[in-house]
């Protein structure tokens, strides 16, 4: 079996190859394929991914540049036309389920990762990535305007995206909250435009829990007002029941919240009734890891800009970014590295090809001794 030794081939060492392999042929993704299978293409898209590569034109050039390196890197050589083909025609759920294949193996890495809090931590928000309506004519948003969305359930313990769904841009965020499942005990911190009390009490009701804010119209009794330090952040933590009962029939709890930082004062909604009022602040300000999580796809990764312009074409790109991700997260986790995802991503994207180890790489240099200004080749300057 041919064995690897380059930074790209560090890196696809934690791909599940088997797995893939029967996705394929499932799908029959390599039917009839005569030149480019479908693992040589996602291996390709890769080094796209880690290259910031502008087109498939630079994605093919380069890696004819280095195709004697190719070998041992598990790539091989392709042509535009040939990919350009199949990225319209080999079926997007191929990657999306080599997505959540990579993402098992991650979280057998992540082993008991220490909670923040004691119910394990689930974030769902979504963001948009802007297209050209007439170039991506699928991707309806506005009457002139193209998007499409990344809706995501993010793992806040690990650092992982738990669950994904892509969509066109005029699908909205809530209608998506039915396809992402909690399980019992874990807590789920949603966004305002969430707020649906039918799909919450659907969360209530698997034994889930959830956090969000309320907004300013909701009509609602007050049936208990707790006890709250004096002089505290927490302004008020009191049990409630909605006016419209029929859509939430439960006791809900209402906790005012004052931001001394920005002066802001906020009105956190949940079903959890046991948890202190801080904590469930606490919560819902971890709810920045999401927004932080796409600041960190858009800056690194090839998402805003898109080498095809269907959609199966621009799904798989995402796919394929987001299992890029899982790569380095697993290859940290792996080698225990002490340096960010960022870092690693940059040491791939400069020497793919090289056979240093990745030790090696992000190891620190070691600097020479500093130069003893009272000493010189000759002798002493005394």
């Known amino acids: ?78 042509k535009r036309s040939t990919l350009s083909d199949a990225l319209e025609k080999r079926h997007q759920q191929i990657f999306e389920r080599a997505f959540y294949c990579t993402l098992d193996k991650a979280h057998q890495l992540s082993g008991r990762t220490r909670r923040k809090f004691h ?65 019992e005990g874990e807590i789920g911190v949603l966004d305002r435009g969430y707020l649906d009390f039918n799909r919450l009490h659907s969360i209530h009701l698997r034994g889930a829990y959830f956090v969000t804010r309320i907004k300013k119209n909701t009509k609602f009794q007050i049936l208990e007002q707790r ?39 906020y ?12 904590q469930i602040a606490d919560i819902y300000k971890e709810r920045w890891q999401i927004e932080l999580f796409f600041k960190w796809l858009k800056q690194n990764l090839k998402i805003k800009t898109f080498w095809g312009t269907s959609r199966n074409a621009v799904f798989i790109q995402i796919w394929v970014a987001l299992i890029l991700y899982l790569l380095l997260w697993m290859l940290k986790a792996m080698h225990g590295f002490q340096t960010t995802l960022q870092k690693l991503l940059q040491v791939l994207k400069t020497i793919p090809f090289d056979r240093r180890p990745m030790e090696e790489l992000l190891s620190p240099r070691k600097t020479s001794p500093p130069l003893d200004l009272n000493y010189s080749l000759w002798g002493s300057f005394k």
């Open 119 to 183: 119910n394990p931590l689930k974030i769902i928000d979504a963001t948009t990535i802007d297209l050209c309506l007439k170039r991506f004519d699928w991707a309806k948003f506005r009457r002139s305007k193209g998007a499409m969305k990344i809706h995501l359930c993010y793992d806040a313990d690990c650092y992982l995206p738990d669950q994904v769904r892509l969509s066109s841009g005029e699908v909205h965020d809530v209608r998506m909250l039915n396809s992402f499942h909690l399980e």
């Open 1 to 78: 079996m041919n064995k690897h030794s380059t930074t790209m081939a560090s890196l696809l060492r934690g791909f599940p190859r088997f797995e893939f392999q029967s996705i394929v042929n499932e799908y029959s993704g390599d039917k009839k394929i005569r030149t480019l299978s479908t693992y040589h293409m996602l291996t390709a898209m890769l080094y796209g991914q880690i290259t910031s590569a502008f087109g498939m034109r630079e994605i093919v050039k380069t890696l004819e540049a280095n195709r004697h390196k190719l070998y041992h890197s598990g790539l091989s050589e392709v």
């Open 267 to 278: 009105l956190f909604l949940t079903n959890n009734l046991e948890f202190s009022a801080q």
């Open 227 to 265: 006890q709250v330090p004096v002089g505290g952040a927490v302004r008020s933590d009191c049990l409630i029941r909605l006016g419209n009962s029929k859509a939430y029939p439960e006791v809900l709890r209402l906790v005012e919240y004052y931001d001394a930082e920005y002066e802001r004062t």
